[in-house]
Structure formats: C-alpha cells, structure tokens
C-alpha cells in the first residue's frame, strides 16, 4: 500500500530528554512537512523539506530539529529546547511542482511526563 | 501571509440537517483552496479542493464548496448530513513551496 508511516503513534518522554519521530513515505513525492496539531489551534508549520539535504523552518521552528537525506524519510527530532512539546505530530507529502495537495500519515502523540 | 479563518468552533446538528461551515482565507497569490477532514482515530483526509474553473467544487460524501472570490471565502455545505459526518474539518490555503495553512478547524458532531 502506498502511504505515510509515522512511528511511534504514542511516545511518552520525561522533560530534557530529546525524541526523534520518524516518517516514511513511498509514494515518490518530492516535498514533505511536520504539522503540530495542538486542540483548538488547528495545524501548524514546522518544517518542511522540498528535496532531499534541503529543508525550510515553518512556522513554530524553534525547539524542533530535521534531516532529509533519503527522498523517502523525513525524520523530526523535538529537543529539550522545546517549551512545550506535548502534542499531536503529522506528517505529509506532496507532488512536486507543489499543487498544494497534502497526504498525511496517522500521526504520532507526544506526551511529556 | 496568509490565513484562514474558520467561523465556527463547535457544531452540533442532528442527522439530516443541512450543514455550512464557513472558511475566510486572505492570500495574496493564487489561490488553491482545500477542506480536509479528520474522522475520530483516522487520518486526515481530503475532502475537496478547488483550484480554478467552477467556483462550485464538489468532493467526497455529498459534500461540497462554493468559491466567492469577492467574498475571499470557501464555505463547506451538505445538504443532509448523517451520524458518521461527526469529525473534525479544516479549510486550508495554499499552492507554495511551503505546503498549507490551516484554519484552526471545526468540531462537527451529528447527533443521532
């Protein structure tokens, strides 16, 4: 099936500690983000990657880190730096050249103890 | 930069009510304009999407939008909804490099 996969779908880390997110995709697309999706606020940019060894800062960058040295994977790390990192993270991919179409993976749910 | 602004937060109807939800968007491009939905544990998913042509735009499960250009919104309407609509529904903006921008969504519960 072709598709987003976002892992772990729950993860639970203690304040300080960093945690990485991984998202997979094998749908060949070009370009893929992270959204934050926080009740009531709707989703939010955090980074987002046009090619490979290239990424932009979104919107709410701070505290967050990427990488994208595979076309397919597109891991974000939520460092300590982060104040408040408890959320629900989304991950998606588009065609490139961008019509705007997003196809998101099911999310993973970050909870800081 | 843009934005989007989704009217209402909370919506409750019962089953075969008309619903609308209303999208204002300001951009300063061209605009693609989107309505995704997020069904209770699924993901989201898309809904509709309009990017020229008939401003009238149909999508998935009767659902439908109406681009007014003077209006800069793109409300989402169903004629009757039903029980399993009960989700969550964001309007999104965009057609960049940068991927959307989102509403900040509303919560639709159909009662039965």
């Known amino acids: 099936d072709g598709g987003i996969t976002q892992s772990p779908k729950y993860l639970f880390r203690k304040e300080g500690q960093n945690v990485t997110l991984s998202c997979e995709q094998n749908?060949?697309?070009?370009?893929m983000y992270w959204y934050r999706q926080d009740p009531g606020q709707g989703l939010r940019l955090i980074y987002y990657?046009?090619?490979?060894?290239?990424?932009q800062k979104g919107d709410i960058a701070e505290g967050y880190s990427v990488s994208r040295e595979k076309k397919e994977s597109f891991p974000l790390t939520v460092t300590s730096a982060q104040k408040n990192p408890t959320a629900f993270y989304l991950c998606?991919?588009?065609?490139?050249?961008?019509?705007?179409?997003?196809?998101f993976g099911e999310g993973s749910r970050l909870t800081v103890l | 930069a843009q934005s989007v602004s989704q009217h209402n937060h909370h919506v409750i109807l019962s089953e075969a009510a008309s619903l609308e939800l209303g999208c204002n968007y300001s951009?300063?491009?061209?605009?693609?304009l989107f309505w995704y939905v997020q069904y209770p544990g699924q993901h989201l998913q898309l809904l509709l999407k309009?990017?020229?042509?008939?401003?009238l735009v149909k999508g998935i499960k009767g659902f439908e939008a109406e681009f007014i250009k003077s209006k800069f919104s793109f409300n989402l309407r169903k004629p009757s909804v039903q029980w399993s609509d009960t989700a969550e529904y964001f309007c999104?903006?965009?057609?960049?490099?940068?991927?959307?921008?989102f509403g900040k969504g509303t919560h639709l519960i159909i009662q039965p």
């Open positions: 998606a991919s588009s065609m490139f050249p961008n019509t705007g179409e997003l196809f």
């Open positions: 749908l060949n697309h070009d370009a």
């Open positions: 990657s046009q090619i490979v060894n290239d990424f």
């Open positions: 951009y300063g491009g061209t605009v693609n």
């Open positions: 309009y990017f020229s042509g008939d401003p």
């Open positions: 999104a903006v965009g057609g960049g490099a940068d991927g959307l921008t």
